[in-house]
């Protein structure tokens, strides 16, 4: 397994703000991906970050708004920015642990007022 | 494209009863995998089970068991003897592919036990 850090664990944001999210690994990773939990929904894949590449986008996710950083096999970062009320969310890192398990990190609490 | 339906929203019951946890799904990969993850209160997802597409063998944990079909696209969890420390969102997913990188989850089951 992997333990998973993840900094802020919440806060509270005005409208037109951006925020980073920051994820740290105990391991190195080779994959490292973003989530979205809006309030009483299930999770939806924001991106996938690879070390070393531009990380790859879902449908729905532009990189304009959820820029990522992947400086190393340990840590990538995940901006919300010009935020509205729509991106109040808990947002969760995951890695890819072994081959088949993914992990996650406790999640960041946003609310965007 | 891949689905997964939990159509149990919430289930609530007493302590101590079992209880199955329905989760039925869609993909056209002919390897893929299944999970379980639980997420309790304190909003942290816990990963409880990985199945891949051939083996189908039921597997038990404790009180925990999980029941793999393929013949009916089913991968149900079931609780026995519930605890009030069960209560949590349930979730199933599902890999898009091979590679279990990408996954996607289903709704969600809300689990309540009452003391």
């Known amino acids: 397994s992997a333990v998973i850090s993840q900094k802020p664990s919440r806060d509270i944001c005005q409208r037109g703000t951006s925020l980073t999210i920051q994820c740290q690994v105990d391991?190195?990773?080779?994959?490292m991906f973003w989530y979205r939990q809006q309030p009483g929904q299930s999770l939806t894949l924001i991106a996938t970050?690879?070390?070393?590449?531009?990380?790859?986008?879902e449908s729905g996710f532009v990189i304009d708004k959820f820029p990522i950083s992947r400086p190393n096999l340990t840590f990538s970062t995940l901006t919300v920015s010009n935020m509205s009320p729509e991106d109040s969310s808990i947002y969760l890192c995951?890695?890819?642990?072994?081959?088949?398990?993914?992990?996650f990190g406790p999640g960041t609490r946003l609310t965007v007022t | 494209a891949q689905k997964v339906t939990q159509a149990q929203t919430e289930i609530s019951v007493v302590e101590k009863e079992d209880v199955t946890l329905d989760c039925v799904y869609e993909?056209?990969?002919?390897?893929?995998?299944l999970f379980w993850y639980k997420q309790p209160p304190s909003g942290e997802l816990v990963f409880l089970i990985r199945?891949?597409?051939?083996?189908?063998q039921n597997e038990i944990s404790g009180r925990y068991s999980w029941n793999f079909q393929k013949s009916t696209s089913s991968f149900n969890f079931t609780i026995t003897a519930s605890q009030v420390v069960d209560s949590a969102v349930y979730f199933c997913?599902?890999?898009?592919?091979?590679?279990?990188?990408?996954?996607?989850f289903g709704s969600g089951t809300r689990l309540s036990i009452r003391p």
């Open positions: 995951s890695v890819q642990a072994g081959t088949y398990e993914q992990y």
């Open positions: 391991s190195q990773v080779t994959m």
């Open positions: 970050a690879n070390q070393g590449s531009e990380a790859t986008y």
């Open positions: 993909t056209r990969d002919t390897t893929y995998y």
């Open positions: 199945r891949n597409s051939f083996d189908e």
């Open positions: 997913a599902l890999s898009k592919g091979s590679s279990a990188s990408k996954i996607i």
